[in-house]
């Protein structure tokens, strides 16, 4: 790659707050293009390693290191879309977090207009008399109680399943979500979370954290596409410069 300007790794290392090192590695790992060498062996950096080093950097706060060198490693092997596909698959997975966010705002306010009644007897409920108080089948209940939504005890010596208050809340919840179409991936987590927050107000609280920290997520990763966006077209122009090497890049 050809560029008026030449950088040592020292400069760029000044860019990132790294060491020069770092930077070495980053180019051996495909981070940064590869860079030209001088006839005693050492690396000249230019403008374009500048700007795959800011896009990376960038990238790194919004999709975390792994997949931001994935990005770029991509890339730089020549394969434009399957680096694109990466960023497509981080933003699907991001969506997929707000989805079961929702879902748990969907079932706090289940919770909230329909706060958990007293079981008809004590010492617990079986399975029918739970479907017949949810209008669900039988069948049901295993369903869910198989995919790991539902975990009644079990009644000595019998063996019969026995839904405690916490187990019907949960069966509710879950009957709730499944009529909006929810997941058993995305109601998972809903339920996970209310067992470990331990009451509906705590997990209202989490859940808005939560949320915030996807919005914050997501800003972040916008601007991290930008960088990478401005780094495609300098990546492109540097290539077409160059010209085709043996490795198929500029």
Do not use: C, K
């Not at 089948?137 to 208050?165: F, Q």
Request: glycine residues 10%; positive net charge; charged residues 25%.
């Amino acid at each position: 790659m050809t560029n008026d300007r030449r950088l040592r790794p020292v400069d760029l290392a000044r860019l990132a707050g790294v060491s020069a090192q770092q930077i070495r590695n980053y180019e051996d790992a495909g981070v940064l293009p590869p860079a030209d060498r001088t006839a005693s062996g050492y690396r000249v950096f230019r403008e374009v390693h500048r700007g795959a080093l800011l896009a990376y950097r960038a990238l790194m706060r919004g999709y975390g290191p792994v997949t931001a060198a994935g990005i770029m490693r991509t890339l730089h092997a020549g394969d434009v879309p399957g680096a694109l596909a990466l960023v497509d698959a981080a933003h699907a997975a991001l969506h997929e977090e707000r989805v079961s966010l929702r879902a748990a705002s969907e079932a706090l306010e289940v919770l909230a207009v329909e706060p958990p009644a007293p079981l008809p007897r004590s010492g617990g409920l079986r399975i029918g008399e739970v479907a017949v108080l949810l209008g669900v089948r039988t069948s049901a209940l295993r369903v869910w109680e198989g995919a790991g939504l539902l975990t009644p005890g079990r009644e000595r010596g019998t063996g019969y399943r026995i839904y405690e208050p916490a187990d019907v809340r949960d069966a509710r919840l879950v009957h709730t979500l499944r009529r909006s179409h929810y997941l058993f991936d995305q109601i998972r987590p809903v339920l996970e979370g209310l067992r470990r927050e331990g009451s509906s107000a705590a997990l209202r609280a989490a859940v808005a954290a939560r949320g915030q920290a996807l919005t914050a997520r997501s800003r972040v990763m916008i601007e991290g596409a930008g960088a990478l966006h401005t780094y495609l077209e300098q990546f492109s122009a540097a290539g077409e410069r160059a010209g085709p090497t043996a490795d198929g890049l500029g």
